[in-house]
């Protein structure tokens, strides 16, 4: 038995013999309620549109001294001013203007503690933020007197991507680079360069230091450096640079000659030393052993040296370290 079903104005004759058990769905409705749950402006209460639960999770928004507070109240839609018909023929954009209602709180703060007190002032007001355009019956948007629609992409799902790729100006070296999509925001991009310089990007921009990004995220030198780099203490005993002894880091092949406070050779330079060895020293009473100034040498500061009598910063973080360095800091008296 043939089947007819109308399409558009047409009618076509349907001659599958399997039964039709699912009616097409309206596939326009989907793109339709999206963007109404988007403004919902026809709602009396549009405090779970989507446009509104965005600018809830963005306020309140406080200065770096905790005086001032951006507080978001609601928003407000206005109603366009010409039909889809009147912004055809003038070539206007069929849209609706947003205007957001924001108050600023001016603190009273106590100058000792930083705490908030009570509020000084506030002020409320409405601010206009964009025209959006505004979707017809149709699915579409009038842009500029033109009819446009919008086309579904497929996007990339959150998640860190690592990549490896030759490099273009040495031979025979891999550079290394990473991608952080994110649910909702920009993407970030890490990258190598030839000389094994970290790199950040943000959206594709213009490459920056990997510090400078950490630096905005709060970090201080010292906690770079920790972040990429082991760190070792030394001390200064009798115009000595001395370390403390310990099993997990002297267990192995030693780097150069391992020598205790009385400058007796505990093991020989390129020498192996068993973890079950050096926990028996250490259990004999070893610990602290010489650290020798030329592998010193050369070597970066992980904290700051500081002058103990005037507070003056001898050495900042990153320092290198030379022989007219080291002596500074034992005459200085740095412990």
Not at 239 to 246: A, D, I, L, Q
């Amino acid at each position: 038995m043939l089947n007819t079903l109308h399409s558009g104005n047409r009618l076509r004759v349907d001659f599958s013999k399997t039964p039709r058990q699912i009616a097409v769905p309206n596939l326009l409705q989907l793109q339709q309620k999206s963007y109404d749950d988007f403004l919902m402006i026809g709602a009396k209460n549009r405090s779970e549109s989507t446009i509104e639960k965005v600018f809830r999770s963005v306020f309140p928004l406080n200065d770096q001294q905790n005086r001032l507070t951006l507080e978001y109240k609601g928003s407000d839609i206005v109603q366009p001013k010409y039909t889809i018909r009147e912004c055809m023929e003038r070539g206007l954009t069929y849209s609706v203007s947003l205007k957001i209602n924001i108050a600023l709180t001016i603190w009273n703060r106590d100058e000792k503690t930083g705490e908030k007190l009570d509020p000084k002032e506030i002020k409320e007001q409405a601010v206009f933020v964009r025209d959006i355009p505004l979707m017809t019956d149709r699915t579409s948007f009038i842009i500029n007197g033109v009819e446009r629609v919008v086309v579904n992409q497929l996007h990339r799902s959150p998640g860190v991507i690592f990549k490896e790729e030759e490099a273009t100006t040495v031979v025979n070296k891999l550079i290394y680079s990473a991608q952080i999509i994110p649910d909702r925001g920009s993407w970030l991009y890490f990258e190598y360069d030839a000389k094994d310089i970290l790199y950040a990007r943000i959206n594709k921009r213009r490459k920056i230091p990997v510090t400078i990004l950490f630096r905005a995220l709060d970090y201080s030198k010292e906690d770079i450096m920790k972040l990429f780099y082991e760190n070792k203490e030394i001390f200064i005993r009798d115009n000595r640079f001395v370390t403390k002894f310990s099993a997990e880091d002297f267990a192995g092949r030693a780097p150069y000659e391992v020598r205790d406070l009385d400058g007796n050779i505990v093991v020989a330079t390129a020498k192996r030393l068993t973890k079950k060895k050096a926990q028996k020293l250490f259990d004999e009473g070893l610990e602290w052993v010489e650290y020798p100034l030329d592998v010193l040498i050369d070597r970066h500061l992980a904290t700051p040296i500081i002058d103990n009598e005037s507070g003056e910063v001898l050495y900042d973080v990153v320092s290198s370290l030379d022989e007219m360095r080291l002596k500074k800091i034992i005459d200085a008296g740095v412990e």
